[in-house]
């Protein structure tokens, strides 16, 4: 939640992000975030995860074979 995760990212505003994490920490045990509140914090966080998994760090794969495999079973 970082600013310079976020502006990394490219996806939100440092700003805005900040401000909503910082509305967050400061509640502690006080009583339960808002749904929209909630919600803002969880899609970014996900979005931030999927950025790093897939787009930060280029995922290695094996290559893909595209033989196309016939089982052929023997009639009963």
């Not at 939640?1 to 045990?29: H, I």
């Not at 094996?62 to 079973?73: A, S, W």
């Amino acid at each position: 939640m970082s600013d310079a995760t976020v502006r990394d990212a490219g996806v939100f505003e440092p700003g805005p992000v900040k401000a909503l994490w910082q509305k967050c920490k400061t509640r502690g045990d006080e009583s339960q975030f808002s749904n929209a509140d909630n919600m803002a914090v969880v899609g970014v966080l996900s979005t931030h995860l999927l950025h790093q998994h897939y787009i930060a760090t280029q995922p290695t794969s094996k290559p893909v074979d595209l033989r196309t495999l016939v089982e052929r079973n023997p009639e009963p």
